[in-house]
């Protein structure tokens, strides 16, 4: 393959020799170190190829063995670099061509998200694209470190992320931040259940210790739900018994409490809002090439159907004769409105629900939110939102062993 | 005369040799090494030149004799001062002491 392409680039010659002694003649130009390649043979002439410096030696071969010897064809990079100045508008289409696809590989032209399961990608790939990172970005002006610098502190449940380009896709590697899994706590040491919030209990499963509450009580953060102190008496006896001998065990306290939680949540809703319109949010970006004063749509759609806005970047820079014009084209937001009260207390519910199931653990559930209009301004709803969740309130709390409880 | 007849036995003798001693021939002995890949190319290393070419028949000197390839639609792929490539449909290779 090196071969083909070294003959290629240095150029070829395709001989038709004619006469008595050929098997000579390609003899004598390989022994002059030049290849003979490609050699056919015809009853009344031989053809063959050589490269382009060996035609001066295959012509004295020639002479010396009394041959004939004609160039029948010419090839490699000289002879189309030949044929290209002789047609100036063909070398302008060819240098036109490799500028474009030089251009198309300078471009990030996807963006893939691995290594994420609990946050949502069209979530990272949003971040992403308010850091400069989407398809259309130019890689030499892409900066990967402050991408993956800036991801975890845009989405806080990320750990950590990468940018990786490979051509024109570029990859972002991320990783989650787990929850520390309870086989990771150390086991020996004895613990009760307590609460993590106030709530309404609903149900109680111990697996390990002695249950504190029943379903229906009240209970407030740190109360212990399931004790990892257990009493017990000796076989025999009845625990109901005051008089029985009482011993007690210490165990690490497993379960789950579900309880009805309350959070309140104050929500500030914007008066005033721009309406949706079937082309909010659509937009696409192009490409245009500045030339003294004339542009040339290079990549993209010419006129969007929907009113727009464009925002440009240049390259080398606007005032260059010569430019490369990236376009971001985005539909015109539509005319602000008045937002009704009840479309404030829904958006206001919607809010709060999201930011509490946001940070509810495995398993919980949102049960119901009310909203209550409390302020009302030219500018804005103030709402107050009570959003009831069903979740486990138990987390578990060390105590010493030989601890006086 | 004799004294190509003794050079003969004196290469038979250091052949005999080499093969004792498990030394390549073609490294010591300047012999040809012909390479055949399946019926569709035939590679002969050190050569000492094209002798004959035709779509049926090519011959190429080697050291001691012709190496004789024959078929149909032969061409000559590549000839360089240590080998010289042959494809098409094979039919035969024989080896003749020259």
Redesign the interface.
């Known amino acids: 393959m090196a071969e083909k392409v070294g003959r290629w680039l240095s150029g070829w010659v395709r001989v038709e020799a004619r006469g008595a002694r050929l098997a000579e003649l390609v003899s004598a130009v390989a022994r002059a170190g030049h290849p003979v390649f490609a050699a056919r043979a015809a009853p009344d002439a031989w053809t063959f190829s050589a490269p382009r410096g060996a035609l001066p030696a295959i012509e004295a071969e020639a002479l010396r063995l009394g041959l004939s010897v004609r160039v029948v064809g010419r090839g490699g990079l000289p002879e189309l670099a030949r044929r290209l100045a002789r047609h100036p508008s063909l070398l302008a289409f060819g240098l036109g061509l490799a500028l474009l696809l030089w251009l198309a590989s300078s471009f990030v032209w996807i963006v893939a998200v691995e290594g994420a399961s609990e946050v949502p990608a069209p979530a990272i790939l949003a971040a992403a694209r308010d850091l400069g990172l989407a398809p259309g970005a130019f890689r030499p002006s892409l900066d990967r470190d402050r991408v993956a610098r800036l991801l975890p502190v845009l989405i806080p449940r990320l750990s950590w992320a990468t940018v990786s380009l490979r051509g024109t896709r570029a990859v972002i590697r991320v990783a989650e931040e787990a929850e520390p899994p309870p086989e990771l706590l150390p086991a020996s040491r004895p613990a009760d259940l307590v609460a993590r919030r106030d709530g309404l209990v609903t149900d109680v499963l111990a697996l390990a210790g002695q249950p504190a509450v029943r379903p229906g009580d009240i209970v407030a953060k740190g109360q212990v739900l399931v004790r990892g102190r257990v009493e017990a008496v000796p076989r025999g006896y009845d625990p109901a018994d005051p008089r029985a001998p009482r011993m007690t065990m210490d165990v690490r306290a497993r379960g789950e409490v579900r309880a009805r939680v309350w959070y309140h949540r104050y929500v500030e809703v914007p008066a005033r809002a721009r309406a949706a319109t079937p082309a909010q949010g659509r937009g696409f970006t192009r490409y245009r090439l500045d030339v003294f004063g004339r542009s040339l749509i290079l990549w993209g759609r010419r006129e969007p159907p929907f009113p727009f806005v464009v925002s440009e970047r240049a390259w080398p820079s606007p005032t260059s004769p010569v430019a490369l014009v990236r376009e971001d084209v985005r539909a015109e937001a539509p005319p602000a409105r008045e937002v009704s009260p009840d479309e404030a207390l829904a958006a206001a519910r919607r809010t709060a629900v999201a930011e509490v199931a946001g940070g509810l653990g495995r398993g919980a559930r949102v049960v119901r939110a009310t909203a209550e209009l409390v302020v009302r301004t030219a500018d804005v709803y103030g709402v107050a939102v009570l959003v009831e969740t069903e979740e486990d309130i138990a987390e578990t709390r060390e105590f010493a062993p030989s601890a006086s409880r | 005369m004799a004294s190509g007849r003794g050079a003969t036995r004196v290469r038979g003798r250091l052949a005999r040799l080499y093969a004792a001693l498990e030394i390549p021939g073609d490294l010591v002995l300047d012999l040809a090494r012909v390479s055949v890949l399946g019926a569709a190319q035939a590679l002969v290393e050190n050569h000492r030149?094209?002798?004959?070419?035709?779509?049926e028949a090519v011959?190429i000197a080697v050291s001691g004799g012709t190496v004789r390839i024959e078929g149909e639609e032969?061409?000559?792929?590549?000839?360089?001062?240590e080998e010289v490539t042959v494809v098409g449909r094979l039919r035969r290779i024989e080896f003749e002491r020259g």
């Open positions: 030149g094209l002798l004959e070419y035709r779509p011959a032969l061409e000559i792929g590549v000839v360089t001062p």
